[in-house]
C-alpha cells in the first residue's frame, strides 16, 4: 500500500520599523507592531484558520485515516497567541486528534544551525518547550529551515535525538534515485531521510490556478489518478508545502480547499494511505544511505543558500549578526533575549536579495539592508552594555567561571561560620574558662619570675666575664 | 543615412549635460556603418573631435551675400573650413537678412553660451539653418533641446525632409515650475512641427505630454547613457580618515542644493569621520555657504569650486559616496559618471536616471532622513560600499551610447517610413 505524507509549514517574521541611524542608542524598540498585527491578522484570516479548520474536518471526516504533519516556527506561535490566538486553538483540536504530528523548526526559523552551534541546540529546546506546552507532542521530526539539510546537521540532530529530517528532492542530491523512499542519513540508522516531491508539491502551490499550465484544470480526482499512477514499490510520496498555499498563493476562489477536502476520498478509493512524517520514518525501511556535503534547501533554482547568503549584504549582516550570539546567551535581559530570536528569522535577509525578495515591503535590497543594520547596530550596543567586546570571550568565561567559583566559596564558607555559630552559648564558658586559666597562668609566670629574680642577681658578674674572655680571643 | 543635427554645446568647451549627451549620442550613433552626421554648433573652438562627424559651426555660415576674392576666404577660414565649402554655403543664401549684423564674410557671430540676448541668437541660428538647409543634402533633421527647434523647424520648412527634436529638459525641469513664456511658446511650437520627439527619460516624456499637450504616439523616451572611460586605472582614492561625500553640479535651486545640507547637518549631529563637498558653481552658491554657516557644520563642509574635465572624474574617484537630490532631473549623466569610478551614488526618485539604475541608492529630493540614513549606512557598513561600488559599475559599464544610438535609428526610419 503507498503513502502519500502532507506537512504544512507556517512562519511569519515581526516586521521592523523604519529604523534611521540617528535612532541609534535612542529607540530600543524595532518592530512595526501595527504592520505585523495586520500581516498576521491576514494570514490567520486567509489561510491559517481555514486551513487548520479543514484539516480539522478531513480527520473527522475520514475517522482519523487523514493524517499530517505541520511545521510551525515558534515565532510564529508566539505571534499567533498574540494576534489570532483562534488559530492556536483550531491547532489544538489538531493535536487532540492524535492523526497530526507537530514537527520542529528551529524557534526563530533562522541559519543557526549554519552559524552557531550552541544557538541552534537552543532554539530546538525552546521550539520543542513550545510544542509540548501548546500541543502536548514531544517533536521527533525536524524540518529546519527552508528545508535546509547537510551531513554536519545531520550528525548533530541524531546526538539531539531526532528520528527523521526531512529535506527537498533536489536532483542535486538524488541524481537518478527517487524522492518517494525513505532514506538513511550518514548519521547512522537512528536519523532517517525524508525528501519532499518537489513536482507534485509545487503543481498545488504554485500552478493549481494557472490557466497555461499543462496539468490544468487540477482537481481532486485527477490528482489522485497521477499520485496512483506512480510505480507501486515507491512507498510514500512526500507532499509538503508552505501553508500560505491554501488562501494566499491560491486564494479560496480558486477552490484549493474544497480540492483539499476531496482527497482523502480519492486517495483512499485507490488505496493510498496517509502518514505523518514520524510514522513515515518509523513505518517504512531506509532504502539507501544519503548523503549532502553542501548545504541543501528548497529555494529557487539552484536549490541552496544562495538566496540568502548569496552577495555581500547578506553575509556581512549574518557575520555580524552571530558573532555576538554567546554573548547574547549570557545576557539575562528578556527583552534583549527576545529581539535576538526575532532579528534572527531569515526573512531579514532574504529581502536584501537583489534578484528576487520575496514578499518585501522595501523599496530595494538597499533599503533593507539599511534598516536591518540600523537596527543590528543598536542591538550590539546593548549587548557591548552588558558585555563589553574588549574582552575576549574566553577570557570573559573564565572570568564568569573565577567568580563562580568565589561565590561557591563564600556560599561554602558562610555555611561553615553559620553552623559554628550555632554553638554560640559555649563559647561564653570557653571564655571564662579560659580566663581562669590565664589567671594560673599568670600566677605561676609572677612566681617564677619572683624566683629568678634572686639568682640572677648572683649570675650578673659571671655573665659579664664572660663576656671578656671572649673579646679577648 | 545622412542627418543634419542641430546643437548648440559640443565638449570639450560645454557648459552642462546637453554638450557631453550630444558627444555621447553621436559617437554610439557613428557606430552604425552606414550613418553620416553633419553637427551644427553656434561657435566651434576648433579643438572638437570630428573623426567620428562633420562639425559645421554656424558663426562661419554666411547669410548675407559678400563679395571676397579666394584668398581672402581662405586666409580668414584658415583650419574652419575650405573656401569651396564657403561659396557653396553662400549659394544657399535665399533670403535678405541684412537686418543682421553680419562680418566681412556675411557671418553672423555668436558667443556659445547662454547670454542675454539668447533669443535674438536663437534668431540668427534660424538665419544659419535656412541658408545650409538650401545648401546641403540630408535624410532627416535632429535638433537638440529649445535653443535649435526654431532652426530645425524653418530646415524642415525649406527641404522638406523630417524633423525629430530631442528633449533634454523642459523649462518645467529648470524653473521648478515658472516657466519663462517666451521658452514655453519655442518649445512647443517645435514638438508640434516635429514628425517625432525624443526625450531623455519617462519623466521628461510625460512633462511634454502633460505639460504641452503633444500626442502620446509621437513621443518616446531614449535614455541616455555615459561614455565609457579608457584610463580607469588612473584614477585611485587615497585613503584618508575621513569619509568624503560629493555634491558635483550647477549649484542652482533645481539641483537640490539646500537638502544636501540639511542632511550633512542630520549626519554630522549622530557623527564625525565624514567630510561633505559642494563642488561646482552656480547662483545659490552663496546662499548655501550661509546655510552651512547656520547649520554649524561649516568646518567639515567645503566648496572647491567648479571642475572641468578630468578633475570631475578624480573628484569622484576620491570620494566615497555621491549625491544628486535633484528636485527634477531629466536625466542626470553625473550619478553614471561617479558609479564609473566605482562611487556609491545616492541619487532622488525625481530624476530620470532613476528609471534605469537598480544599484544606486534612492530617495525622495525632500526627504533629508532618507537621505542621511543612506549617507551614513555607506559610511559605516563596509557591505554596503563595496555592493554599490562593484554592482553600480558592473550595471553603468552595461549602459552604452550604442544602445541609445540604435533607438535613435530606429526612430529614424519610422519616421522615414511614414513619409512614404
Redesign the interface.
Known amino acids: 500500500m503507498r503513502n502519500i505524507c502532507f506537512t504544512f509549514q507556517m512562519h511569519a517574521p515581526y516586521r521592523l520599523k523604519r529604523y534611521?541611524?540617528?535612532d541609534?542608542g535612542q529607540d530600543h524598540y524595532y518592530f512595526d507592531d501595527l504592520q505585523t498585527e495586520d500581516q498576521i491578522v491576514w494570514l490567520a484570516q486567509n489561510s491559517y484558520l481555514p486551513l487548520v479548520n479543514t484539516l480539522n474536518e478531513m480527520i473527522k471526516m475520514s475517522r482519523g485515516k487523514f493524517r499530517c504533519g505541520i511545521a510551525v516556527s515558534g515565532v510564529l506561535l508566539e505571534l499567533l497567541q498574540q494576534f489570532a490566538p483562534e488559530v492556536i486553538d483550531a491547532m489544538k483540536e489538531l493535536a487532540t486528534s492524535k492523526a497530526v504530528e507537530f514537527v520542529a523548526t528551529p524557534y526563530a526559523y533562522s541559519f543557526a544551525s549554519e552559524y552557531s552551534e550552541t544557538e541552534f541546540e537552543h532554539q530546538l529546546k525552546r521550539e520543542a518547550d513550545i510544542i509540548q506546552q501548546l500541543f502536548d507532542q514531544k517533536p521527533t521530526t525536524f524540518w529546519n529551515t527552508e528545508l535546509l539539510y547537510d551531513d554536519a546537521l545531520a550528525a548533530h540532530i541524531a546526538k539531539l535525538g531526532y528520528k527523521a529530517v526531512m529535506t527537498e528532492g533536489a536532483k542535486h542530491l538524488l541524481s537518478w534515485k527517487s524522492p518517494n523512499y525513505v532514506y538513511q542519513s550518514v548519521a547512522g540508522k537512528s536519523l532517517k531521510v525524508l525528501l519532499r516531491n518537489a513536482a507534485l508539491s509545487d503543481e498545488l502551490s504554485f500552478h493549481f490556478s494557472d490557466p497555461k499550465w499543462y496539468n490544468f484544470p487540477i482537481d481532486a480526482e485527477k490528482y489522485a489518478a497521477q499520485i496512483a499512477s506512480i510505480d507501486g514499490e515507491e512507498p510514500v510520496i512526500n507532499l509538503w508545502m508552505g501553508a500560505d498555499t491554501f488562501g494566499i498563493r491560491q486564494n479560496a476562489g480558486s477552490g484549493i480547499f474544497e480540492f483539499l477536502k476531496a482527497l482523502p476520498f480519492y486517495m483512499i478509493e485507490r488505496e493510498i494511505g496517509f502518514l505523518t512524517p514520524g510514522e513515515a520514518a518509523k513505518k517504512i525501511p531506509a532504502s539507501d544511505v544519503l548523503s549532502s556535503p553542501y548545504p541543501t534547501t528548497w529555494c529557487g533554482e539552484s536549490k541552496d543558500l544562495s538566496a540568502f547568503n548569496g552577495?555581500?549584504?547578506q553575509?556581512?549582516?549574518l557575520q555580524k549578526l552571530y558573532a555576538v550570539a554567546e554573548r547574547v546567551r549570557m545576557c539575562k535581559d528578556i527583552a534583549l533575549r527576545r529581539d535576538w530570536y526575532v532579528l534572527q528569522s531569515d526573512d531579514h535577509f532574504l529581502f536584501m536579495n537583489?534578484i528576487d525578495p520575496g514578499h518585501t515591503h522595501y523599496?530595494?535590497a538597499?533599503?533593507a539592508?539599511?534598516n536591518y543594520?540600523?537596527v543590528l547596530?543598536d542591538f550590539l550596543l546593548r549587548v557591548e552594555e552588558q558585555y563589553p567586546t574588549t574582552i575576549e570571550n574566553e577570557e570573559l568565561n573564565a572570568l564568569l567561571k573565577t567568580i563562580n567559583n568565589q561565590e561557591k566559596e563564600i556560599a561554602h564558607l558562610e555555611a561553615e561560620l553559620k553552623a559554628a555559630r550555632k554553638h554560640a552559648p559555649k563559647a561564653e564558658e570557653v571564655k571564662a574558662k579560659k580566663e581562669e586559666v590565664k589567671a594560673k597562668v599568670e600566677a605561676k609566670k609572677a612566681k617564677v619570675e619572683a624566683k629568678k629574680a634572686a639568682p640572677k642577681k648572683a649570675e650578673a658578674k659571671k655573665p659579664a666575664e664572660k663576656k671578656v674572655t671572649k673579646k679577648k680571643a | 543615412m545622412k542627418a543634419l543635427m542641430f546643437g548648440w554645446e559640443f565638449p570639450p568647451h560645454i557648459l552642462g549635460g546637453l554638450g557631453t549627451a550630444s558627444y555621447g549620442l553621436t559617437r554610439g550613433m557613428a557606430e552604425q556603418p552606414d550613418m553620416d552626421i553633419t553637427f551644427v554648433i553656434p561657435k566651434p573652438w576648433g579643438d572638437e573631435d570630428q573623426s567620428f562627424l562633420k562639425i559645421i559651426g554656424a558663426n562661419s555660415v554666411p547669410i548675407v551675400w559678400k563679395e571676397n576674392s579666394y584668398d581672402y576666404v581662405k586666409q580668414r577660414m584658415e583650419g574652419k573650413m575650405s573656401p569651396e565649402e564657403y561659396y557653396h554655403l553662400r549659394d544657399g543664401i535665399h533670403y535678405d537678412y541684412r537686418r543682421i549684423g553680419t562680418d566681412d564674410l556675411g557671418c553672423v557671430g555668436f558667443s556659445g553660451r547662454y547670454p542675454d540676448n539668447l533669443i535674438e541668437e536663437i534668431g540668427n541660428y534660424e538665419a544659419v539653418a535656412s541658408v545650409l538647409a538650401h545648401a546641403l543634402d540630408f535624410d532627416i533633421i535632429h535638433s537638440h533641446d529649445w535653443l535649435t527647434y526654431p532652426a530645425g523647424v524653418f530646415a524642415k520648412h525649406i527641404s522638406g525632409k523630417p524633423l525629430v527634436i530631442h528633449v533634454h529638459a523642459t523649462d518645467f525641469d529648470r524653473s521648478r515650475g515658472n516657466v519663462n513664456p517666451t521658452v514655453f511658446s519655442i518649445e512647443k511650437r517645435g514638438m508640434e512641427e516635429a514628425d517625432h520627439i525624443m526625450c531623455v527619460s519617462n519623466l521628461t516624456r510625460r512633462t511634454v505630454i502633460e505639460k504641452y499637450g503633444i500626442n502620446p504616439a509621437k513621443v518616446s523616451t531614449v535614455h541616455n547613457a555615459v561614455e565609457p572611460l579608457k584610463d580607469l586605472d588612473s584614477f585611485h582614492k587615497t585613503p584618508r580618515k575621513d569619509k568624503v561625500v560629493t555634491f558635483l553640479g550647477r549649484i542652482t535651486m533645481q539641483k537640490g542644493p539646500e537638502y544636501f545640507v540639511e542632511a550633512a547637518a542630520?549626519v554630522l549631529?549622530?557623527?564625525d569621520g565624514v567630510r561633505f563637498v559642494m563642488a561646482g558653481s552656480g547662483d545659490m552658491m552663496n546662499k548655501m555657504i550661509d546655510l552651512v554657516a547656520k547649520r554649524g557644520i561649516a568646518d567639515r563642509f567645503h566648496f572647491p569650486g567648479f571642475m572641468r574635465g578630468r578633475q570631475v572624474q578624480e573628484m569622484l574617484a576620491e570620494s566615497d559616496c555621491y549625491i544628486m537630490p535633484s528636485v527634477s532631473e531629466p536625466f542626470g549623466i553625473s550619478p553614471l559618471e561617479a558609479m564609473q569610478v566605482g562611487c556609491p551614488s545616492i541619487i532622488s526618485y525625481q530624476s530620470g536616471c532613476a528609471e534605469i539604475l537598480?544599484?544606486a541608492?534612492?530617495t525622495d529630493y525632500w526627504d533629508i532622513?532618507?537621505m542621511?540614513?543612506?549617507i551614513?549606512?555607506i559610511v559605516?557598513?563596509?557591505?554596503?560600499y563595496?555592493?554599490?561600488s562593484?554592482?553600480g559599475m558592473e550595471e553603468v559599464n552595461n549602459i552604452r551610447w550604442y544602445d541609445a544610438g540604435l533607438k535613435v535609428r530606429a526612430i529614424y526610419d519610422k519616421v522615414l517610413a511614414e513619409r512614404r
Open positions: 534611521r541611524f540617528f541609534i552577495n555581500d549584504l553575509q556581512e549582516a537583489h523599496e530595494s538597499y533599503a539592508f539599511i543594520m540600523n547596530s | 542630520r549631529e549622530k557623527t537598480s544599484h541608492i534612492k532622513d532618507a542621511a540614513d543612506a551614513y549606512g559605516k557598513y563596509p557591505a554596503l563595496k555592493s554599490l562593484e554592482l
